[in-house]
């Protein structure tokens, strides 16, 4: 069974910085791609950052220059490095991975860290 487990959320002021992590664990082959996503309800999910080892590292617009994704891939971690947050980051936060094993093809999500930018 694969599982992924983030940590790192919490309250912060604006202008504050967070990391988050995300660990894969199971039998996993390999991961093609993994990141994060956030959502607040009442709201469409919205991508955050992506680290794909087709297409390399991708940012939603609302972060681009405020955030750095990085992956460790022998522990089949990843990290999302939050700089400058604002009130308009404060969401849950979501770890997805696009992974491979023997006969199967799925992507997979954390249960969410929530993250809080007080003004």
């Known amino acids: 069974q694969v599982q992924l487990v983030e940590s790192g959320g919490g309250l912060v002021q604006a202008g504050g910085s967070l990391r988050l992590s995300c660990r894969a664990s199971?039998?996993?082959?390999?991961?093609?791609?993994m990141g994060w996503y956030r959502h607040v309800p009442g709201k469409e999910r919205e991508l955050v950052a992506l680290s794909s080892i087709v297409t390399g590292e991708t940012y939603g617009d609302s972060v681009k220059g405020r955030c750095t994704i990085y992956r460790e891939k022998a522990n089949n971690t990843v990290y999302l490095q939050m700089n400058d947050l604002r009130p308009e980051d404060t969401a849950t936060y979501f770890c997805y991975g696009h992974m491979l094993g023997n006969f199967w093809d799925s992507d997979q999500w954390g249960l969410g860290t929530q993250v809080t930018v007080a003004s």
């Open positions: 199971g039998a996993i082959l390999v991961i093609t791609s």
